[in-house]
Structure formats: C-alpha cells, structure tokens
C-alpha cells in the first residue's frame, strides 16, 4: 500500500498509519500503583501494564527514536506517531485530572520563597496539575509556572508526583491537604488500605535542619491519614528516627513498599548514585514516588530527581508563586502545551495558518511578535520548543539516549523532515506552508546525536560542501592568559551533516566549552524575501569533561569555537582533540611570511564561507567576500592588515578609554599619569583592566541596522581598521552613562569620540597627512550657524536645546551633538597646556568615572580629590549632564558652565555650586572652526568668541 497516498487521504493524522511502538508502550494513564508486592500495574490490579512490546522486527520508526538518525523514516510516519502520542497524552491528561482535583475546592498555598516551580522537559510524559495564579511576593497575579505536576516513567508507566515545595512540611488550606491526599490515592492504590500501606520517607529534612525540619511532619501526616500506615517499617510515630531509610538503606527500605516519600536533602554519607539507583530500581517494580521539594536551590539530588522525571528545577525565590483561591476546576480540560503542539502539527501539515502578518513591524528587521495570530498559531509554541532544544544542547544532554523524552525526538525527527526540503531564499508570504516548516526546522535544531538533515542549501550563509570532501583528525591546543577567559577560534570547520567527535585531553580542571559559531540571530526572516538564511546559526556551548568523546552533528555547519575559563583552568595549556572536521582559512601571525602565504592560498581555494583574523585582543570573523575586500583593501598585506587592526582598532580605543592589559600592551599618556598622581586617583587598578578578546562579525546582516554593538558586534560590511562604524560600535560598548549628555540623547554620539580619535591619529601619519580621512564633512559651519541663532534669541540656552538636545528619537542631530564632544578636546586643549592635543581630557573622563563608580563606601575619602567635595554623600544617580560640568571643569581648571550653557545644557544648582567652589576663572563661549571631526590640531582654526553677529572663517 502506497502510505503516502494513504495518508493525504484523510484530514486527520491519528488512525491512518499504525502507530508501531510510540504510543502503546511508552505511555499510558493506568500503570503505577505499587499493591505492596513490588510488581507494577494500574492500581489495585497487582498486574503488569507495560503496553504491548514490539515484534521481532525493528521498525523504521523505532530505529529513528533510538539513533536520531531520520533518514529511512518517512515525514507521514513521524507525522501520525507525534500526534497519535498527543492524543494519548491528552486523554491520559484528563483522567489524572479527575483523579487529584476530584472534590477539592478553592486550594490556597504559600510555598514560602524556598521552594521551586518547574520547566516540563520530558512535555508529554508529565501533566501539570498546579499552575501558580498568585504571587505572594507582591501580591500580584502568578505565572501559571507548574508547582505540581504528576507522570508517568517512560517503559513502565510507573506513576510519580512531584511538587516544587513541601505542602506537608509547608501546607497550605484545608483543600490543599485534599490534594495531597487524592495525589497519594492516585500514586497508589494501596492507600486505599491503610491497613497494609507500606510507605517509605527518605531524603526529607529533619530535626537536624534548622530551615526545613519536615521528615517528622511528613510522618505523622501520613499517620493520621491513613490509620494502620507503615511508615520505614513502623506502624506508629512513636520515637521514629529521622533519615532511618536516607542514602545507602533507601533500597533496603524500598523492599515491599507501596510508595516511596522523598524530598531533596542530601543528609550524610550522600551519595547521588546510590540514592538514584534506588528511586529507579523502586520505580521499575512499579513503586510510586511522591517527590516533595523543600528549597529554592537546586542541589544534586534535586538536579538528579527533576532530570529523572523530565523536569528542570527553577528557583521561586523572588517571585513566590503559589496559589490563592485556586479552583482545580479551572484546570484547562486539555493540557495546553499538548494541545497547542498538537494545533501546531496539524497547521503544518495541511498548511491551515491564517495570520495576515498585519501585526508585524515595518522597519528592518521586522518583528512579528506583536501579531496575535502568528504567535497563537506557531510563534510561542515554536520558542518554547527552541527553548527546549537548545538547553538539552547546552547541558550536552544525548537525547535520543534518554528514556522518555517521546514527543521531543518527534519534533526533532519531524523538523529534519521538513529540513530535507528547505530551500533559501523564500518570502513568508508566497509560500506560507514552506516558511512556516523550515523555521519549524530551525525550531527544532539538534546537535547532540550522530546524524542530522539538512537544508538543500543554506543560503547566504555558506556553501553546500560536496559531500566527498575528506575529513580530517587534529589536536587543537590553546594556550592560557593568566586572568579571565578565552575564545579562541579553532581554525577547524564542521561540515553541515557529518558527524565530528570532541574529545578533551589535557589534565587542567576548568570548564572548556565548545560551540559552533560566534553569530548572533542575524536572520531576517520576516523581512519580505529575506528568509535567506537559518535561524539561529550558532549553536548552544556544551562543556567537555575530560576523557570523554561528545559526538555531535550539526544541521548547520560552521566554524568550531572553544570557550575556555583560563583563571580556574588548573593548567596554561588546553587541549582537544577533534574527528571528522575540514580547515578553514585563519590566520593568527600575520608577520610570519610562510603563514600569511598558506592563509591566502586557503582563502582562495576553502570550500567554506568564513574567514578568521585572529589578534591577541580582537578577532574577525568575516564572510569570504567580505574578507576578499578587506584583503584587497591592503594589497593582500596581512601584516599592514593586523598592524592596522591593533593600533587603530584596538590599542588607540582601549587607550583613550584608560583602559590597562595584563600584557602590557595598552599604557596611559604621560599627561594622564601626572594628573592621576596629582589628584591622587589610582588610575591603574584592576577597575581599568581590559583582557577581554573582542570578537567582530563581518557578514550579510548585523542584528540592528547595519552595525550592532556587543562582544561579537557585527555590521554588514566589510572590515576595515580604520572604518568609522567599527569603532563606533566598540565604542559602544564601552560608553558609560555618566558621560552622556541627556541620556540617551546622546547614546548615538559620546561613542563617538573612538572613530574621530583613531582617524585624527591616522592623520598625523605620513600616510595620513597624503590622504586625510575625513569624516563627517562640512558639519563645522552648519553647527556654527545653530549656535549663532540661539544666542540671537531671549533664551539661549532653550533655543539650542530645542534645535539640538529635545528631539528624542534615533539618532537625531547627531552631526551637533557630536560635535559638542569634539569642542570639549578643544576647550581642554586651549586652556590647559598640560593637555597638548585636548584628548588627555576624554582619558581622564573615562578614569574618573570607573573610579566613581567604584567609591560608594569610601566616599568621604575620596569625593574631594574627584572634584566632588561640596557632595557629603555619594550622588549615585548623578546626571550625565552634572557630572560632565563638574569633572571637565575640575579637569581643565576653568568653569566650564559658558560652554555647556552655549550648547544648551542645563545643570543642577548643586552642580553650579560644586563647580562655583573651584573658584576657577569661567571659560569664554567659544567655537573652534573645522571641515571635518578628524581634523587634526592643525587643521583647527583660531577659536571664534560666540556672538549673535559672530562670522564664521573661510577656508573651515
């Protein structure tokens, strides 16, 4: 029978192809009520209820869920198998509902600030059965995070309940201890029968807990609940010992038990192993677990039982969420992740979505979180499940090894599916259903297993590499700086597809991390036919323990990155060995002839699409174009090119910043030191220090406009040492508020001292005396003209804050604003002759205000020698535009008040006061006439004294 056909014959997907394996035995709502004779079963029965096993030949299906592998599996199969498991699910959801919530009125409970909610992992095994409606830190309305869900183990269907807080140790009303009891009745059947009911305690705090001394409490609950009880093998409270059955006498006590109590103490003699192997041995007998949580921290015993149960463990910490008139009878009638996951499914099948995308933004990149429609009908459920997936990549966790964990292999055998037939470009809506399946597949993107699909091509962010291109074996070693850490660029290339091997081999103790990619999620996927590329590209950084070999397969590709903490590392040297992977261009001496030759011979010749430039403090990592026309740029001179790049890039930002380096490579002025020494601050503390490697992405797309700031920033163009936007963006992420003026009407521009700094540096060279950089033209005169208005009105200073300052949208006036910073290094440079080209000033700003930053608690020592003695306490919130009065006026020894009220700034009197105490001599309100920003001392005119008739000089 042609399957295929049969299955776009019916509109639904549940009884069209047999099921196979997935939902017969791995699911069930009846199993695990232990009867007290350790045999599992649906309570009460006393039989076993595995489902039905499979037959003696291996399905195609199974084979997939077993080894991620989807290629001999069909999109039909996988398809009908995920929501015929929805369908199970769900039903089993309604009965588990039933069954705790029957009779149970408005529930309140406060779990206290130590406790924990829970993220559902393992989404189709466990049902949540309390969502937090209320915040008692607050007052406020809850998350609906799950405090209580109920499941059942994957194989035997053992049933299991778990709470992120104690609500025996820390109860709640009258109606929560109805829940309690109708959770134990549906755990085990044998609570029906006090009489023989067999209950095992461990792991629970007791007496010797200051905080949580709940074992007793959990005790004598169950004792007067179920009357006859045999709680660790005693039939009354009596002088019951707390922690009887923790640790290495859990197994023994689970001997004929009908459910095992256990919460999250560690106690004496811990061991995780013995306690785990424990729970499990009991759970395969058919013991059910009652796992009552007492903390907000998540120690190894409570990561252990929230990862055996398919959860992940949450600190509830700030928010409390608990429950306040709480109806059991609100719980949805269907669980809604399953639900929604299974309206998901369907959509891509039959191609059903109705979003028009009006609700999407207009500018580049477009957003679509603001459309209703779009988020209800794929935009949430497919973010959780990214979610999901890329925190099982970050843990390293080898989910196709996993019991359980059903629905989750689906999806991702499902994305490569829909993967195998994804080609970039498209546009979201020529195509819906394509749109909507290939982001599925990026949604779905799996690294941790031995085999993945992929796209027929990858768009603009690489190339398809034929796949008969020989894979290689090396052994990357990484040498250490003495602080911080360290990402280094391996030089290696994972093919998209094949499978590549890490194993780690040095001795050190620190945590090495490996990732593919420095991207960030630079694809523009809503906007009109640029759906180019994947989503989200890099992958999750999972750590490599020693020793021990971590296969993965990417759906992606790229260039292999290891992310090492050399400060805790135990050893200078790190190393990895890797299978399975081809070279990419890299350079890193760009003086040694022979590996400038190899690296531009690789260049011209790599099947891949990404080039890395590696210097001791920066690293580029560009597209191949892009890095061609960096290259073609310097005549192919990658010594000129890395020269550039630290001089320029690097040393002239960090420097004027006031920036140190362990290595030495960065120094202070001469002009800067004596100030420093004069006032007594300490400019070369470890508040100054700068190790930290930035990372540059030189690619099709940056994450906002054309260049983004961060570490990796990236813009969209190609590299250039001396480029404007490149230092605008480092600049960027080095600007500190207290040297804005009016806040963010400054965001766009106090950065911009680094690019005018560097390009007047490259001026005074021979070079640049030849060919200037100039940039930003012609703004000198048209800035001139503002002021030269503003004076000839009543209000000067409102009519250039109208004109310059008052428009708060992005980027607007920056050619004045700017221009403001650049007079600054003027004023300092005209009345201070200790600063011979002004720019010591910009250095001093940045000292000062790490230094600030730093003197809350030693304030009254220090706030006469920052300039700030008229302040008796620290002015934490000072504004950007006081401190900029008060530390330029102290550092150029002249009342800077004229000058920021020419440009329209306006200071605190208590500003006015501090500087008033100087008793310096006011500065005039002057212009310094230029062509252009990175204009050097000489290319600047005489300064012109601002009048309403003031002429601007010809020649600027």
Known sequence: MNMARLFTQHSGLRATIPLLFVAATLYGCGGGGGNGSDTAGAPGTGTSNPGTPPGPTTSALEVAMSSGNSSNVTLPTVLTAAQSLLSTQVAAYADVRQAISSNVGNIDWDPSHDSAYFTLQDAARNHLIL???????????????ALGIAGNTPVNNTRYAAFGGNPIGVPGNA?????????????????????????????????????????????????????????????????????????????????????????????????????????????ARGIPVLYLNHNRDANDLATRLSTYFGLAHNSNYWGQEGLKAFAPASLPTQPAKLASIQALLTRLEQGTFSTTWSGCGTSSPVNCDGDATYMSEFGTQAAQIRTTMRQFDANGTRLFDQAGYQLEKLLVLLGDKYRENVSY???????????????????????????????????????????????????VTVTLPTSGTREYLTGLYVIPGRKVTLTRTDGGTGTVKFGLNMLRDTTREFDKNLFDRPTQISSPRAALAANKAVSITSPYGGPLMLFIDAAASGSQTVTVQVDGVVTHPVLRNPNDPTAVAAFAAEVNSTVTNWVGFATDTLTLHSTLDHFKTTMASYNGDMAALASDTFKYTVKDTYELAGFNSSSGQLSLASAVTSFCNSKGWDCTGTQH????????????????????????????????????????????????????????????????????????????????????????????????????????????????YNSTWSDTSYAANNSARVMFYRQLVEYARYYNPQFPDGWDLVTLLYLLDRDFGQAASTWATKATGFGFGAYAAYPGSISGNDFMLIATSNIIGRDMGPMFALWGITTSSEAKAQVAAYGYTAVQQLYFPMNYLSATPAKVGAPIVMTATATYPAGY
Request: proline letters at 5%.
């Open 175 to 283: 109606e929560m201890d109805k829940l309690m009891a109708n959770t134990v009745g549906w755990l085990s059947a044998a609570a029906a029968a006090p009489a023989t009911f067999k209950v095992v305690v461990a792991q629970v705090p007791g007496t010797e807990s200051y905080w949580f001394p709940h074992e007793k409490k959990v005790r004598d609950w169950f004792y007067a609940k179920y009357q006859g009880v045999t709680i660790n093998g005693q039939a009354s409270t009596g002088t019951q010992a707390d922690d009887a059955c923790d640790g290495a006498a859990l197994a023994g006590c689970l001997q004929g038990a009908n459910l095992l109590v256990i919460g999250s103490d560690q106690g004496k003699n811990y061991s995780g192993d013995t306690v785990l192997q424990a729970v499990s041995a009991a759970q």
């Open 131 to 145: 969502p937090s409606n209320w915040k008692y830190n607050g007052a406020t309305a809850g998350t609906g995070v």
């Open 689 to 800: 220090r700068r190790d930290t490697m930035q990372h540059v992405i030189s690619d099709v797309h940056a994450l906002c406009g054309d260049g983004c700031s961060g570490n990796p920033y990236d813009q969209d163009w190609a590299f250039n040492p001396l480029g404007w936007g490149e230092s605008h963006e480092i600049g960027h992420n080095i600007q500190p508020g207290r040297l804005k003026i009016y806040g963010g009407q400054s965001t766009e521009v106090s950065n911009n001292i680094f690019p005018m700094h560097k390009q007047m540096k490259f001026n005074l060279t021979a070079a640049g005396l030849a060919s200037p950089i100039i940039a930003r033209p012609n703004t000198g005169a048209a800035v001139f003209n503002d002021l030269k208005a503003a004076l000839g009105t009543a209000d000067p200073v409102t009519a250039m």
């Open 425 to 475: 470009p498209m546009d979201k809506t020529v195509n819906e259903q394509d749109f909507f399946r290939a982001y599925f597949s990026d949604a779905t993107a799996y690294i941790n297993r031995d085999s993945s699909a992929v796209a027929k091509n990858l768009g603009n962010f690489a190339t398809m590499i034929p796949a008969a291109t020989p894979t290689i074996s090396q052994t």
